[in-house]
């Protein structure tokens, strides 16, 4: 004879408090080890505390800045810029760096992207781009401009690089962060307009980075 067992609604009751336990007991255990894990990388990020990569201009070559209309630019940029990482124990990976000039506020080249790199600790690379603009569109004033910057004997652009970065400590790869630095480029004006070039600057000059 076959026995059928039934349980009590009180034994019923005391076996859904224990799967609740459970539940409990792993919730916690899982948000300890999440918070420990969490607290390790701060703890490792403030001891290291990257810091910002440096840059500086290298070289300069302005080929060409005249207008072939009367706000229609075309330029034709060589430069040289010299990127460092100074932190000893963080590398970083540098993405989506796009290059172009510009002239008081005007850009006056179109972007010209630089491929994605790594840099490690303490490491030193060039970075070369030629930037070009045909029929740009530019102020009414562009000419104007240039022509007092002629006057005062310099010519001042700023040389601008976009992107973004990421900081690596060991094997662990931050977030993306965006990267912003400018470059002022002064030199020696030629004796006409348009520019014929090429005018060349070589100061080495810090550039301003900002993330």
Same mark, same amino acid.
């Given at each position: 004879?076959?026995?059928?067992? =039934? #349980? !009590?609604?009180?034994?019923?009751?005391?076996?859904?408090?224990? =799967?609740?336990?459970?539940?409990?007991?792993?919730?916690?255990?899982?948000?300890?080890?999440?918070?420990?894990?969490?607290?390790?990388?701060?703890?490792?990020?403030?001891?290291?505390?990257?810091?910002?990569?440096?840059? @500086?201009?290298?070289?300069?070559? &302005?080929?060409?800045?005249?207008?072939?209309?009367?706000?229609?630019?075309?330029?034709?940029?060589?430069?040289? &810029?010299?990127? #460092? /990482?100074?932190?000893?124990?963080?590398?970083?990976?540098?993405?989506?760096?796009?290059?172009?000039?510009?002239?008081?506020?005007?850009? &006056?080249?179109?972007?010209? !992207?630089?491929?994605?790199?790594?840099? +490690?600790?303490?490491? @030193?690379?060039?970075?070369?781009?030629?930037?070009?603009?045909?029929?740009?569109?530019?102020?009414?004033?562009?000419?104007?401009?240039? +022509?007092?910057?002629?006057?005062?004997?310099?010519?001042?652009? /700023?040389?601008?690089?976009?992107?973004?970065?990421?900081?690596?400590? +060991?094997?662990?790869? @931050?977030?993306?962060?965006?990267?912003?630095?400018?470059?002022?480029?002064?030199?020696?004006?030629?004796?006409?307009?348009?520019?014929?070039?090429?005018?060349?600057?070589?100061? +080495?000059?810090?550039?301003?980075?900002? &993330?």
């Amino acid at each position: 004879m076959s026995q059928v067992l =039934i #349980k !009590s609604p009180k034994h019923c009751g005391k076996q859904g408090l224990n =799967i609740n336990k459970l539940y409990k007991k792993l919730f916690f255990l899982f948000s300890t080890l999440f918070t420990t894990i969490l607290s390790l990388i701060l703890l490792v990020w403030l001891i290291l505390r990257p810091a910002k990569p440096e840059f @500086s201009l290298k070289e300069a070559e &302005i080929y060409q800045l005249n207008l072939s209309g009367p706000s229609l630019l075309n330029s034709s940029i060589q430069l040289t &810029i010299l990127s #460092k /990482n100074p932190n000893q124990k963080v590398g970083v990976y540098y993405d989506e760096l796009q290059v172009y000039a510009a002239y008081k506020g005007q850009q &006056i080249t179109t972007y010209t !992207s630089l491929p994605h790199f790594y840099q +490690g600790h303490e490491e @030193s690379n060039l970075l070369t781009a030629s930037l070009v603009g045909v029929g740009l569109p530019v102020a009414p004033s562009f000419g104007y401009e240039v +022509g007092r910057d002629q006057t005062a004997g310099k010519l001042v652009l /700023n040389l601008k690089v976009n992107g973004q970065l990421r900081w690596k400590v +060991g094997t662990w790869v @931050s977030g993306r962060y965006r990267l912003n630095i400018n470059c002022v480029a002064v030199t020696a004006f030629g004796p006409t307009i348009p520019i014929t070039g090429p005018l060349i600057t070589k100061q +080495g000059t810090q550039c301003s980075t900002s &993330i």
